[in-house]
């Protein structure tokens, strides 16, 4: 069975800027999904949403767009909006935990009122030609909630349902609930794609092997924290390529420079970078002591000097 790899968005983590690069370096992604577009209230797609998804910024790659909204109105303003850049497919997040979204009905909030689902995807299907394709936890309170809301999109030519096998509440804690993702694939008509704590080649295998009609994974954090994942997933290869830190060091200087040319003062660079080693860290041999030492670089001189001694502390090592 062929096997596509999605890059799950993450808002902060993944925009085109990383994705290039990492499309560039790592491969292995066949279709991006971008973090979400917000409208906020007033029907106007925000420069930065915008620049993230403009064709011209995402030549070499495949690319979806996804929105997070509980209005037909505002999805079918961004539904026209991405049609008019060339897009066909608009995802919808129904997985966001955060309690801002989740209190006011949106993201993993809006799962367990399937009628409002219908309503907006009526509204949505009625009046835009737009291919509409969702994201999804299982529920906010519990993972029944999701059951609900499949009839609701057998009525709707929804293209595939991706499933992050957690609840809401759960925000990132707790494993992924398998049973409660199988019960998913029991129960459902939809082309669902599995989400969720896919971190190594062995993981990966575990999941395929449970639910082996399962022919569309996405890979959200895994992908940060191990960017050679998606590739060696593809080659069924548990093996790093030899020169793994050339790569990733190629990699990581195309992604400051581009975020040094683009966030204003050395505060947001090194915000922007601090937090991406949250997750390279785990790619080095002592990952705690590796983010110690980028939190510790408070200028970007320090940084850019921390960075190398970890690189060169690494190839002495031999990495992994
Ligand atoms: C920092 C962060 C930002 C995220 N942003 C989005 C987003 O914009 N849209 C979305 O559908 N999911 C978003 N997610 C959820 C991920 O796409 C993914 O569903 C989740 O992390 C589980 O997959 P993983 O275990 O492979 O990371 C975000 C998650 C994190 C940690």
Known sequence: MPLTLLSSPLQGFTDFRFRNA?????????????????LNGKMVVKPAYERDILPKNNQKITVIP????????????VADYVQKLGYKELNWNLGCPYP??????????LINDAPRIDGILEKVHNESDIVVSMKMRMGFENPQEILQVFPVLDKYPIKNVAIHARIGKQLYKGG????????????????????GDITSVAS?????????????WMIGRGLIADPFLPNMIKNNSRTYPS????????????????????????????????SFWEYFATLFSNPQKTFKKIKKAK???AYQQAVSEIIEQESRLKFR
Do not use: W
């Open 299 to 301: 200028s970007l001189k």
């Open 66 to 77: 996804q929105i997070m909204t509980n209005s037909a109105d505002e999805f079918l303003f």
């Open 100 to 109: 801002m979204v989740t209190k006011r009905c949106m993201g993993s909030g």
């Open 22 to 38: 990492f499309n560039h370096y790592f491969g292995g992604i066949d279709t991006f999904f971008s973090p979400y577009i917000r």
């Open 204 to 216: 990966f295998q575990e999941m395929q092997q449970r639910f082996p009609n399962i022919d569309h």
């Open 243 to 274: 020169n793994k830190i050339e790569v990733f060091t190629d990699f990581h200087q195309v992604i400051i420079q581009e975020y040094e040319a683009s966030l204003s003062g050395a505060t947001h660079i090194l915000l922007k970078m601090t």
């Open 176 to 195: 992924v609930d398998l049973e409660s993702f199988q019960t998913c694939l029991d129960n459902s008509n939809q082309k669902i794609y599995y989400n």
